[in-house]
């Protein structure tokens, strides 16, 4: 029913941005909330950042102040910008939209932060 796909993952040096993007297609209905969540190797996926479908947001702490979450309604499309990263924020990022009693969750896309 909905597919979602991440992009704009890759290398950066510490202290660099990133842009990342998660384009929903297919059958979004009653969509409650969209975020994204990280997982590095050896962890729990996490949460990163969400945004409800009323513009509502929320971001885990230790990416307060330098991730921004986002939406286009427009285009079924939601943006991460990521400023100031670091090391620690090294993983795979995933995309997730929110129904009543189903998530659904893109490929992930790979975020590499070098010292």
């Known amino acids: 029913q909905v597919q979602l796909v991440e992009s704009g993952g890759g290398l950066v040096q510490a202290g660099g941005s990133l842009r990342l993007s998660c384009a929903a297609s297919?059958?979004?209905?009653?969509?409650?909330?969209a975020g994204w969540y990280r997982q590095a190797p050896g962890k729990q996926r996490e949460f990163v950042a969400v945004?409800?479908?009323?513009?509502?947001?929320n971001y885990e702490d230790s990416v307060k102040g330098r991730f921004t979450i986002s939406r286009d309604n427009a285009k079924n499309e939601v943006y991460l910008q990521m400023n100031s990263l670091k090391p620690e924020d090294t993983g795979v990022y995933y995309c997730?939209?929110?129904?009543?009693?189903?998530?659904?969750w893109g490929q992930g896309t790979q975020v590499t932060v070098s010292s």
């Open positions: 997730k939209v929110g129904t009543v009693g189903m998530g659904y």
């Open positions: 297919g059958s979004i209905l009653r969509i409650n909330y």
């Open positions: 945004i409800t479908s009323g513009g509502l947001t």
